[in-house]
Nanobody, 127 residues
Framework: QVQLVESGGGLVQAGGSLRLSCAAS????????MGWFRQAPGKEREFVAA???????VYADTVKGRFTISRHNAKNTVYLQMNSLKPEDTAVYYC?????????????????????WGQGTQVTVSS
């Protein structure tokens, strides 16, 4: 059974930091592209960052320079380090995965590309 479980969310002041973790139960984890998406109330799901099976990374312009995505394949875990948080970062953050079969060059930004999703973790940034 495929399972992605996010953790690390919480309440933080603007300018603060949080680190999100996504523990994945996936067959051949190293073959998956992993992504982070977020959804604020009344808004659609938004791409945040992704890391490919190759280790290549992609970031949304809104978080570039502030957020860092990484993965530890031996732990089947992907991380999102969030620094200099802003109130507009407030959202439920979701971890997602897609089996690339080692054929992709860079991870995708489109949520429809990902077929496994976690339940999300709430991040709230106060002003």
């Amino acid at each position: 059974q495929v399972q992605l479980v996010e953790s690390g969310g919480g309440l933080v002041q603007a300018g603060g930091s949080l680190r999100l973790s996504c523990a994945a139960s996936l067959r051949t984890f190293s073959n998956y592209d992993m992504g982070w998406f977020r959804q604020a109330p009344g808004k659609e799901r938004e791409f945040v960052a992704a890391i490919g099976w190759t280790g290549s990374t992609v970031y949304a312009d809104t978080v570039k320079g502030r957020f860092t995505i990484s993965r530890h394949n031996a732990k089947n875990t992907v991380y999102l380090q969030m620094n200099s948080l802003k109130p507009e970062d407030t959202a439920v953050y979701y971890c997602a995965a897609v089996d690339t079969s080692r054929r992709t060059v860079v991870p995708g930004r489109n949520p429809s590309l990902y077929n496994y999703w976690g339940q999300g973790t709430q991040v709230t940034v106060s002003s």
